[in-house]
């Protein structure tokens, strides 16, 4: 009975908002390697595009609920997604056309595409800020909860409760929807295959004919859907700051390394990987180990490896050990 | 590969004459004389100092890019750094905390050092394969809870010593202008680790590094008490020059500033403005002369070769990866130099006002917009950016006023347009790197 209980202590506090945060960061890791793969450049404007698209579908959300429109028990935000994820594509495909479609045509080197993204991530960030200021946003509504800890304590007759939160639940769900789409559409279609082979080799694509226009405008499209989405689903799960987005360009820069940059089945290996070690690593464990071991063997302290403030160096740990010894990352990335 | 913008964008634009720095700096004296005669002394001043910091802080930037094309993003981590060190170098001790905990807590540090230790002998001295595995993460494991448990114990001890005023350790007291030198040591010896770690590998992987090395940094900063207080910060640092409510209460002083007709308290704040000017101005006088040297010598054109062509660099003999490593660590030395200087200047350690737009990513900026490769031109960037970052956010509250006037009064508009004025800053920022970059690729003074 007690293994159970440590059991169910485990899922509630390290597995489930492992795995919300791991399917947030897998998202955010697949936009930046897809833009690595066939941009080739690492776009430190990436944790703003999330934060820009996250702010319009706030706004929106607002929107919605003025006009008494809701989604049920569904947060009112993922109505709002779609439009949202439309304007964040108009704003993306007008940077590359403003922006960076000169340093494409005059083939500058990559690092000069790093360069020219931190003066996108400056204009981005003032947009966000613009919008919807720096505060902390709660933008969740709808049922709280799937499984609520004391429903399921009464059902089980546990001590210990197990709950699952509507936005955890909803993060599993649209990050699985957005993922298979994507690899639907990378594997099946004429335009997915086209992206690959120019992922694979530009000179040979651009010889069989392939219109470099056209790949590089959908994968600024499926960039913004998929930054978009990662950035609503992590504000839903916790809450928007435009500070924090920018932080996440960490992990998620972190996750598409481990997982080989350029390799997007590699980016969703790598983003549970680094959320997983975050939350192994600063949760403290003594509530499992007191349900597991026999009273004696419990210690006192509170079996804590690190304090939640140090989840940054969790990321970049990993970062270090991945360059260390596997410098192409768990699967084979793009080596430039 | 690295390759910096002029082996890809060639600037078809005619040459820079040699009057060409003369006039921007004659310009850029000009905008500073400008605003202070319509904006006042004390405020012109304010900005002259901080922009002396930021062009130093560019030198550094410039010489990890312009030198060396090296893409270092994590300046914030070592400006900090340079900041921790005026904290250990020139408070008081807290003699009651040392006794308290402070054996401990170089207990525990010496238990991580010797951890590190351990772990690099095992890496070279044991036999590749699964026991060499299992060994290495056995003594980090064990190192790492036991060097934790000394230093938490004696964590606890200091921070309860007096938390409201002190909580920490203190520092050394010593005169606070060692604590410059002490800066440019401690982020020279961050760097070391990180260009260790990360050079040698492709460009991005050291952005990535240097970003996540400066967010540690910065966590250690504002959770680790015992050193400089976290978040309390750590206030009434020594400061190199005398203060002014001393000075206005030095009749000698007080009796001169009368001759020329000024009032005691505005004579004291110009004269340590100007105090900190004139030292200021010494440290980068004397950083620009060796970069300019380093770039002009043997070193620097091997630097520049390396920079341009590495495999050519590495076909002559040059060992590519320890040069970058050499430069990166000076680089960042310099950075944390300023750094310190800034935590002078300001009298205190504020770690929560560390944000990487404004030590990262607005360094850059000064950087590309100055002319990287070019040590005059980092120095003009420094203090032309430094200066618009300072001067857009009082214009454009002005001209969202004048905006504002015209609406009807209570508008929603209004409000909005007053929040947005704050973040003016970032938007002119992105704007001036974004037209640079596209349209004066090499900067206002390129490198020849």
């Known amino acids: 009975m007690d293994l159970l209980n440590a059991l169910v202590a ?33 776009n430190f404007a990436h944790g703003e595009t999330m934060a820009f698209g996250t702010a319009v579908t706030i706004l929106l959300t607002f929107g919605l609920q003025a006009m008494g429109l809701t989604f049920g028990p569904l947060p009112t935000a993922l109505l709002a997604l779609p439009m949202g994820i439309a304007l964040t594509s108009l704003l993306v495909l007008g940077t590359d056309r403003v922006v960076y479609r000169f340093y494409r045509e005059a083939r500058a080197a990559p690092v000069i595409l790093v360069v020219v993204s931190m003066g996108v991530m400056f204009i981005m960030s003032a947009l966000t800020r613009f919008l919807v200021g720096v505060e902390d946003i709660q933008f969740t509504d709808g049922a709280r909860f799937v499984i609520n800890a004391r429903d399921f304590r009464e059902w089980s007759g546990l001590e210990e409760g197990l709950a699952l939160r509507t936005t955890q639940l ?93 390799n997007p089945l590699g980016a969703i290996a790598g983003g549970f990987v680094i959320a997983f070690s975050e939350v192994v690593v600063t949760y403290a464990w003594k509530q499992v180990v007191a349900y597991a071991l026999p009273g004696e063997w419990v210690p006192a302290s509170l079996l804590q490896l690190m304090s939640t403030e140090y989840k940054f160096a969790v990321s970049f740990a990993i970062l270090i050990l991945v360059l260390l010894f596997k410098p192409t990352g768990l699967f084979k990335g793009q080596s430039v | 590969m690295t390759t910096l913008p002029r082996a890809t964008l060639t600037n078809t634009a005619a040459p820079a004459s040699n009057l060409r720095p003369v006039v921007l700096y004659l310009a850029m004296l000009m905008l500073i004389l400008v605003t202070g005669f319509m904006m006042g002394w004390n405020y012109a001043l304010t900005i002259v100092n901080m922009g002396l910091i930021s062009a130093i802080m560019a030198l550094g930037v410039n010489l990890q890019w312009g030198f060396a094309g090296l893409f270092n993003v994590g300046v914030m981590g070592f400006v900090a750094l340079g900041g921790l060190a005026a904290v250990l170098v020139a408070s008081p001790p807290v003699t009651d905390a040392w006794a308290a905990g402070g054996a401990r807590i170089l207990a525990g540090l010496a238990l991580g050092a010797l951890t590190v230790l351990a772990l690099i002998v095992v890496r070279h001295r044991m036999a590749a394969g699964r026991s060499k595995t299992l060994a290495l993460v056995l003594v980090a494991v064990a190192g790492f809870l036991a060097a934790r448990a000394v230093l938490g114990s004696g964590t606890l001890a200091v921070e309860a010593v007096n938390p409201s005023v002190s909580g920490y350790l203190g520092g050394l007291g010593l005169p606070i202008l060692l604590a410059w030198p002490a800066g440019g040591l401690l982020a020279a010896g961050a760097a070391w680790v990180v260009g260790k770690t990360a050079l040698g590998l492709r460009s991005d992987y050291l952005a990535i590094a240097t970003l996540g090395i400066a967010e540690i940094i910065l966590a250690v900063l504002k959770n680790e008490d015992w050193l400089a207080r976290g978040v309390k910060n750590v206030v009434g640092i020594p400061s190199p020059v005398p203060q ?25 704040t110009l004269w340590v403005k ?54 990166f660590v000076l680089g960042s030395a310099v950075c944390g130099i300023a750094g310190a200087m800034m935590v002078t200047l300001d009298g205190q350690l504020t770690p929560g006002s560390y944000q990487p737009l404004r030590y990262t990513f607005l360094i850059w900026v000064m950087v590309i917009v100055g002319g990287s490769g070019n040590n005059w031109g980092a120095v003009l960037g420094g203090f032309l950016i430094w200066w618009l970052w300072v001067i857009v956010e009082p214009v454009g509250q002005s001209l969202f006023g004048a905006i504002s006037a015209v609406l009807p ?19 002119t920022m992105g704007v001036v790197l974004l037209l640079v970059l596209r349209f004066s690729p090499k900067g206002l003074l390129p490198e020849r």
């Open chain 1, 10 to 42: 485990f899922l509630n506090f390290v597995f489930i908002p492992a795995a919300a945060y791991g399917a947030q960061l897998a998202l955010g890791a697949l936009g930046a390697t897809l833009i690595y793969g066939i941009l080739r450049f690492s």
């Open chain 1, 170 to 262: 909803i993060t599993l769900v649209v990050a699985g929807l957005a993922v298979a789409a994507l690899f639907w559409f990378l594997n099946r279609t004429r335009t997915g295959k086209s992206m690959r082979a120019f992922s694979d080799n530009e000179d040979l694509a651009l010889l069989s004919g392939i219109n470099p226009n056209r790949v590089v405008a959908v994968t600024w499209i499926i960039v913004a859907a998929l930054a978009t989405t990662a950035g609503v689903l992590y504000g839903l799960d916790k809450s928007f700051k435009a500070f924090t987005y920018f932080q996440l360009l960490l992990p998620i820069f972190a996750a598409a390394v481990v997982g080989g940059l350029g």
């Open chain 2, 244 to 268: 002014e409510i001393v000075l206005q209460q030095d009749p000698d002083f007080t009796a001169r500033a009368a001759s020329i007709g000024l009032d005691p308290v505005i004579a004291s």
């Open chain 2, 274 to 327: 100007l105090l900190y000017m004139g030292l200021f101005a010494a440290v980068l006088l004397v950083l620009l002369g060796l970069a300019q040297r380093a770039l002009h010598s043997p070193w620097g054109r091997m630097m520049r070769a390396i920079r341009d062509n590495e495999v050519a660099a590495a076909a002559m003999g040059k060992n590519v990866t320890s040069r970058h490593l050499q430069i």
């Open chain 2, 409 to 427: 009064d209570g508008s929603p508009v209004t409000a909005h347009l007053q929040d947005a004025s704050a973040h003016m800053r970032l938007l």
